[in-house]
T-cell receptor, first 114, second 109 residues
Framework: AQSVTQLGSHVSVSEGALVLLRCNYS??????LFWYVQYPNQGLQLLLK??????LVKGINGFEAEFKKSETSFHLTKPSAHMSDAAEYFC????????????FGKGTLLTVNP | NAGVTQTPKFRVLKTGQSMTLLCAQD?????MYWYRQDPGMGLRLIHY???????AKGEVPDGYNVSRLKKQNFLLGLESAAPSQTSVYFC????????FGQGTRLTVV
């Protein structure tokens, strides 16, 4: 069964520092991959998605992620953190074929310190 | 606006009561999902559908039923609510991206 693992339930960075949020998936077939952001008491907003085109995917708010098949990873990065980036981030994978099950990781809470 | 609409947004139920949550999407997506979100647990898949008239169980299906009679609607039912079903429920549909509703905050007392 497909699973998504986010390494680190809580990541803390200083404003202006690099943001790196880790995501690994387990799937025999490269899936569709997504990163979402959730601000307190709000729904989920799509940051970016990988759908088997370019392996480096650019998203909104300066975020990007790189699909690495050999490492089964899809880590999210941003060169310089802003205070407004503080939120919870979720990685998700949807396997292909006839069974598009969309599975989420447990989330990573990002704190940005001034 | 196009997207996914969930109703209601808030609800308080007494133990044993029943209710139905409605998810509607206007993007002609085949795939729809119901999740629950609890602190520290991420989003756990309850049930999903890969097309009109089809449903399948996710990770945590017990205590819930679903129906997809029309392509645009995916209903989640609680036949006899329990306090353990207190949660925030999200619906999603999948096309070129996965789009989420704003959530339903359900409290069972």
């Amino acid at each position: 069964a497909q699973s998504v693992t986010q390494l680190g339930s809580h990541v803390s960075v200083s404003e202006g520092a690099l943001v790196l949020l880790r995501c690994n998936y387990s799937s025999s077939v490269p899936p569709y991959l997504f990163w979402y952001v959730q601000y307190p008491n709000q729904g989920l907003q799509l940051l970016l998605k990988y759908t088997s085109a370019a392996t480096l995917v650019k998203g909104i708010n300066g975020f990007e992620a790189e699909f690495k098949k050999s490492e089964t990873s899809f880590h999210l990065t941003k060169p310089s953190a802003h205070m407004s980036d503080a939120a919870e981030y979720f990685c998700a994978a949807a396997s292909g074929g006839s069974n598009y099950k969309l599975t989420f990781g447990k989330g990573t809470l990002l704190t940005v310190n001034p | 606006n196009a997207g996914v609409t969930q109703t209601p947004k808030f609800r308080v139920l007494k133990t044993g009561q029943s209710m139905t949550l409605l998810c509607a999407q206007d993007m002609n997506h085949e795939y729809m999902y119901w999740y629950r979100q609890d602190p520290g647990m991420g989003l756990r898949l309850i049930h999903y559908s890969v097309g009109e008239g089809t449903t399948a169980k996710g990770e945590v299906p017990d205590g819930y039923n679903v129906s997809r009679l029309k392509k645009q609607n995916f209903l989640l039912g609680l036949e006899s609510a329990a306090p353990s079903q207190t949660s925030v429920y999200f619906c999603a549909s999948l096309g070129r991206g996965a789009f989420f509703g704003q959530g339903t905050r359900l409290t069972v007392v």
